[in-house]
């Protein structure tokens, strides 16, 4: 996982044409700490701790970051988002039916099985990233 500075967020935000805030920076660099995607309860949670910042500051941010291609938006069925940084590199997690666990897989490549797809698709001719999740149930579950 990659790591990032401060001035590496700066840049990030400048270059996706975004007027750079403490709180955009203040999210993202939460966000990058996290070795999972996280919801925003974690996140408002998280930020609450090192700045006095309401909830819907947080929603506007990471909307904002979102659609600027900034963060990666990730639906595991449990009613709400999870986010995590856009890497434009390929992000796989297995999440519990159960307890909603997630655990983000890394340095497993699953190219072949893409490509198969991409030539069984009559609409998509190349791919840019995937995500993939895996449902079932954790060991603390089992």
């Not at 963060?71 to 449990?78: A, C, I, K, S, V």
């Amino acid at each position: 996982m990659a790591t990032y500075s401060k001035e590496d967020f700066l840049v990030m935000i400048k270059e996706a044409g975004l007027r750079v805030t403490d709180h955009r920076l203040l999210v993202l660099e939460t966000i990058a700490k996290v070795k999972q995607p996280v919801t925003v309860y974690e996140l408002v949670e998280d930020v609450r701790k090192k700045e006095n910042i309401d909830q819907a500051t947080v929603y506007r941010n990471l909307s904002s970051l979102h659609e600027a291609g900034l963060l990666r938006r990730m639906d595991f069925n449990h009613g709400h988002s999870h986010y995590e940084l856009e890497t434009g590199r390929a992000s796989h997690q297995f999440v519990c039916d159960k307890c909603e666990t997630i655990e983000k897989i890394e340095g497993i490549s699953i190219d072949d099985a893409v490509k198969k797809m991409l030539k069984k698709s009559k609409k998509f001719k190349q791919t840019s990233t995937h995500s993939i999740e895996i449902y079932g149930i954790c060991k603390a579950c089992a």
